[in-house]
């Protein structure tokens, strides 16, 4: 399947898909001879190649590349003379592609990045792996949400049986996972919507609210500004001030746990 | 700037519907997928909390510490779920 917009030649699968606006996370297969003008996405996106390499402008980039492309900024032509297989990760929108060789005025290109993600990754894109034989015993959630790709390898949580190469997941916060095992190792890509942060435990029929609640009052001593804010009901990460994904009404932009956007409160009656 | 408004194509938005309703067809497959695990996890749960008691529970890295059999917690009543 190609996706809408794009040149032909490049094919898709689908791993996720946000149905509230289309971000989506998808393996990719530049067929040998895939040819993209110069272009740039509505969407801030994320490419990581697998297999084979990628030509933008004139440097080549093969396994292990990561390549993260802010919204609005115009990545140069890019083609794949012998062909490759990656990951692309859509983080705000739907899939878009148009054809530019100049940047949208609200583009910001000092954001984007180009690196050899096998050396170092900084971002909440990040590689990880498990030595042949690993096993933790004990179980895990964050306060973020947490998808991952086996580029090789198996992996096995008590919660949802085993994961091989190819395998994916997205999981949403304080969802328990764990405990771990690989037989094989694992090579994997992970990627979280904000820091990431382990609370453990080994209590496996605890539910989101209940790890939601141990999140918050450990966090209560970690950070007591930061409770106030959980207490507003929603999610314990941080909230992204500069994209907020809820609204403003009081002093503070938030939605609620639902994640509805189009909500009123009703007023509060003074006490006389 | 993470997203720049823009007015979707009929041709993305016949896309996304499609990918809407295949997303919603992949949710409900890994739920029965992971529904048909049930008995399986349930033994893989047992054994965890007999290895916590026996070999110990992971707290940092490599250490451990045996939890004590009045640590055990014992499973509610509410229905079990995996995938939310």
Known sequence: MTLPGFPKGMQYKMLSLDTDNGASSMTVLFEPGYKQPPGMSYTEYELFIMSGSITIGEKVWGPGSYVFVPAGVALEALSSPRGATGLIFYNYGEPSFVESDSDHPQAERNRYAAVNAYDNLHWTTFMYCMTPNFWQDNISYHDCCEEAYHIWGTSWMMQFGDLPTGGYFWRPPYINHGAFASKLGILAIGRTDTQLYNHFHFNPWTNIEENQERAASRMLHRNPEMYKWINTHGHNHPIDFEFDHGHAHGDRPHHHGDGMVEHKHKKKRRRR | ?84
């Open chain 2, 1 to 84: 700037m993470k997203f720049i408004e823009n007015k979707r194509s009929r041709e993305a938005e016949a896309w996304l519907k499609k990918e809407i309703v295949e997303q919603k067809r992949r949710y409900r497959k890994i739920v029965a997928e992971q529904e048909a695990l049930t008995p399986k996890r349930d033994k893989w749960i047992a054994d965890f909390l007999q290895r916590i008691q026996t070999r110990g529970v992971h707290t940092h890295y490599d250490q451990m510490r045996k939890v004590r059999p009045e640590e055990i917690p014992v499973k509610p009543k509410r229905k079990f779920k995996v995938v939310f």
